[in-house]
């Protein structure tokens, strides 16, 4: 095993939002991969996930990305953008020419480094026709970076399993435990390790809703997510403001 240390950077994808542990905390994609890195590598194994939910591409960098490469660990993964293109603030030319910076960084110590290109989450959500550019924007820098870097590129946009509801919460913008799996199968396969072969299995599609009930249902989501999201971006909040990293340092894994 190559990587005895491995550093999770990012925001909610990264933190393991809609996939609790039973003490309510979350497990996510990062937290199954570093549980089976550490079963290849033994006791030495160490990992940190910094990443926090809500935050922007600029608070990564500043906060996550220092305190990362000062680890030195083996491995590190890097998520972000996918905040920022939700909001109306969006700057997408200086987020492409920062992401080629900050994965120059990550690399400049010989850590190997995991990027992603995301998911089509936008199938799901309104403003499709404002923010599916941008979203192909952030996949298309990510893509050209990691060539240019030399990263590993896992490619969730092209995987179309990824239309599932079945892979996503009910707030239809993070993964469910399904979905975390999935990724994390992803991810090992694309490092040469193997993982568990239920993750990278597909759930079944729902059968088809009625019309009215689809609506009602949307009605309940806009009520219990988009109403409360649209709320925090006019006062300034995010969901993530008095949340702090759960793996703040390195630490051994434990299940």
């Known amino acids: 095993m190559r990587w005895r240390s491995f550093v999770a950077v990012g925001d909610s994808f990264t933190e393991g939002m809609d996939d609790p542990y039973p003490d309510g905390s979350y497990r996510g994609w990062a937290d199954l991969v570093a549980t089976r890195l550490a079963a290849e590598a033994g006791p030495e194994f160490r990992y940190a996930n910094l990443a926090i939910r809500g935050r922007l591409f600029p608070n990564i960098v500043a906060e996550q990305v220092p305190a990362a490469v000062a680890m030195k660990p083996d491995l590190i993964s890097f998520a972000a953008g996918g905040n920022d293109v939700l909001r109306r603030t969006f700057d997408p030319d200086s987020l492409v020419a920062r992401f080629d910076d900050v994965v ?13 290109r995301f998911a089509d989450v936008m199938a799901r959500l309104p403003g499709q026709r404002l923010v599916a550019p941008r979203v192909q924007l952030l996949n298309q820098v990510v893509g050209e970076t990691a060539e240019r870097h030399g990263a590993i590129l896992v490619d969730l946009y092209a995987d179309d399993t990824y ?37 990278l299995m ?3 599609n729902p059968a088809p809703t009625p019309w009215l009930a689809a609506r009602a249902a949307d009605l309940r989501w806009a009520g219990q997510h988009l109403a409360p999201w649209i709320k925090r971006r006019l006062t300034g909040r995010s969901s993530g403001d008095t949340v702090t990293a759960k793996r703040p340092v390195l630490g051994p894994v434990s299940d």
């Open 104 to 116: 120059r960084k990550l690399r400049s110590g010989g850590a190997d480094v995991i990027l992603f």
């Open 163 to 199: 239309l599932n509801p079945m892979l996503w919460s009910t707030d239809r913008l993070h993964l469910s435990p399904a979905g975390h799996r999935r990724v994390a199968g992803q991810v090992l396969t694309a490092l040469g390790v193997g993982c568990d072969e239920e993750w």
């Open 202 to 204: 597909v759930p079944q």
